[in-house]
């Protein structure tokens, strides 16, 4: 889930350091408040949404909020998704806050995905006994990956903090090379993967919980096609050579030993 765009080099003086400082506190509150709503409300299988609605305008609202995650996330990773955001910030600092504005707009989708949510009130399946702990390990185990799949893309890309930090410095932003370690070893699509992981593995099963997980999983099969065109872009002939050695999302055995990591990390630097 980066963004890879043309940059600005900031300008300098005390605004500079006051909207960098200001982007960075706004960004990273509201990327917190969306991780933790994604993980509360889909813990309690979406039951907990602040939506009042009832069937059937329920059904008709949540398909709407479902739909503007992956329609506006991949629009703003087109062509013109980058330029629309690079002028959402000031004029002078736009190109250097786009992953900035870009997690924001993001981190908003994801709270009003999860927090506007109407629940149909339904309960299939409610983890208990020993199955509760289990369950709930699974969860942490998803989320963890996706930390860990993220970090591996470059966290500073991830969480927005390139952009305001390179504003801050005064520095044109250093996106991250293309990842081919740590899990990205393994497979092309760790977060989508890893993600994907996190709508399967809660411990109460509703009509919501199932609507959520089939569309975004969906979304997790699908958008990273669209990201591996721009990959092939930016990269050329060495993500070419990475996407043949390294399956999509389903790892083959043999990529699980490190000595077939390393070779295969040394082959596509090359």
């Given at each position: ?48 949404g ?11 609202a ?8 992956p ?41 009003a ?31 963890l ?49 890893s ?76």
């Open positions: 889930m980066s963004l890879l765009l043309g940059n600005l080099k900031p300008p300098p003086g005390r605004a500079r350091i006051a909207v960098a400082l200001l982007y960075g506190f706004v960004c990273h509150s509201v990327f917190a408040a969306a991780v933790l709503s994604m993980i509360i409300v889909m813990f309690f299988g979406m039951t907990i602040l939506g009042t609605l009832t069937a059937p305008w329920n059904w008709v949540n398909a709407i909020l479902i739909l503007q995650f329609l506006a996330h991949s629009f703003l990773l087109s062509s013109r998704g980058r330029r629309l955001l690079s002028r959402t910030a000031p004029r002078a600092y736009g190109g250097t806050l786009s992953t900035t504005t870009y997690a924001i707009i993001a981190s908003f989708q994801l709270i995905l999860f927090i506007l949510w109407s629940p149909s009130g339904v309960v299939w399946w409610r983890a208990e006994g020993a199955m509760f702990p289990v369950i709930c390990t699974l969860y942490a185990i998803a989320w990956l996706l930390v860990k799949a993220s970090y591996d893309a470059g966290a500073e890309v991830q969480s927005g903090a390139l952009g305001w930090m390179s504003m801050l410095q005064k520095i044109k932003p250093n996106y991250p090379p293309m990842p081919t370690s740590g899990l990205f070893a393994i497979i092309r699509q760790p977060i989508y993967l993600f994907a992981l996190t709508l399967w593995t809660v411990p109460v099963w509703t009509p919501d919980q199932l609507m959520v997980a089939v569309s975004l999983t969906a979304y997790c099969l699908i958008g990273p096609l669209l990201k591996e065109r721009r990959f092939v872009e930016l990269f050329g002939d060495r993500f070419e050579r990475y996407k043949k050695q390294t399956p999509y999302m389903v790892p083959r055995v043999r990529q699980l030993t490190g000595d077939n990591s390393r070779v295969r990390r040394n082959s596509v630097s090359d």
